[in-house]
């Protein structure tokens, strides 16, 4: 079974950086797939980035390339996310989730069990 809690949230200026948790309780982690989705009030959630088993393949929405970064330590059944040069857009509730690595189709996983969320604020 798979239990996803995030951490590392909080209040943050623009320009600063945050690096985002996502630890399971389980001990099949190393098993799944494993994304960030983030939704802002309002606003349906959306994808963030992706990784693979291994750690060898990522993905990213054009929103975040090359300012946040997503790995996993599967010895420590933890996912990351380092998000730098924080923009206010940035500003919502960061989940992560896990997914059977077989389910990738067109471009994206379909992921199964989802965390509860970490609220990041991004001041102007």
């Known amino acids: 079974q798979v239990q996803l809690v995030e951490s590392g949230g909080g209040l943050v200026q623009a320009g600063g950086s945050l690096r985002l948790s996502c630890a399971d309780s389980?001990?099949?982690?190393?098993?799944?797939?494993m994304g960030w989705f983030r939704q802002a009030p309002g606003k349906e959630r959306e994808f963030v980035a992706d990784?693979?088993?291994?750690?060898?393949?990522?993905h990213y929405a054009d929103s975040v390339k090359g300012r946040f970064t997503i790995s996993r330590d599967n010895a420590k059944n933890t996912l990351y996310l380092q998000m730098n040069s924080l923009k206010p857009d940035d500003t919502a509730v960061y989940y992560c989730?896990?997914?059977?690595?077989?389910?990738?189709?067109?471009?994206?996983?379909?992921?199964?069990?989802w965390g509860q969320g970490t609220q990041v604020t991004v001041s102007s």
């Open positions: 989730a896990a997914g059977n690595p077989s389910s990738w189709s067109n471009g994206r996983y379909k992921y199964d069990y």
């Open positions: 389980g001990r099949t982690f190393s098993s799944y797939a």
């Open positions: 990784i693979s088993w291994s750690g060898h393949m990522t």
